[in-house]
């Protein structure tokens, strides 16, 4: 069964620097989707992805977060200056069609540590 | 504000005795209730989805129904394979594409 391939798994890096989080979606699917889960929270929706541009986005995907499909199979959020809280699961999802209940394939996620 | 909330936090069960997991949502204009199974270290994996008051899904031992204000997820006879996190997200009117979680039912079966 096709799947989301998120890299790395884990992730550590200093207060300040800035990383980038991959993911590869499911390759016939048009839109993509960015979650994260602090320890102990509820897993909380960042931003949505369709045709080149955020069609979505929350209150915590401000200016320090940003998303690019550098080519056909990749989808990449890069978060600038990471603060401690940024720590979290950060989960990538996509979807076959625009349909407002279409289900979600997440990804096993990426584990970012701050430090 | 949007609102999912679940109950229990966490709910032991010896093997082949059945429970049901609540969610109840606070959402303006719900477009459609979602479960999700996680397993420890994975991302949330699809179950069902549900649209209106009335409606029931079922795959293996899991049945799905919801109401005006919750859903239900019930587990007939749970084997030790069924123990994961069991999340429920609404999806409201007010956005296309994002989805409002609860945080999650962590059930335990014992055999």
Known sequence: EPEVTQTPSHQVTQMGQEVILRCVPISNHLYFYWYRQILGQKVEF??????????EKSEIFDD???????????????????????????????????????????????????? | EDQVTQSPEALRLQEGESSSLNCSYTVSGLRGLFWYRQDPGKGPEFLFTLYS???????????????????????TAPKPEDSATYLCAASPSGSARQLTFGSGTQLTVLP
Request: aromatic share 10%.
């Open chain 1, 46 to 55: 960042l931003v949505s992805f369709y045709n080149n541009e955020i069609s």
């Open chain 1, 64 to 115: 320090q977060f940003s998303v690019e499909r550098p080519d056909g199979s990749n989808f990449t959020l890069k978060i600038r200056s990471t603060k401690l809280e940024d720590s979290a699961m950060y989960f990538c999802a996509s979807s076959s069609r625009g349909a407002t209940n279409e289900k979600l394939f997440f990804g096993s996620g990426t584990q970012l540590s701050v430090l």
């Open chain 2, 53 to 75: 008051a009335g409606e029931e899904k079922e795959k293996e031992r899991l049945k799905a129904t919801l109401t005006k204000k919750e859903s239900f997820l019930h587990i």
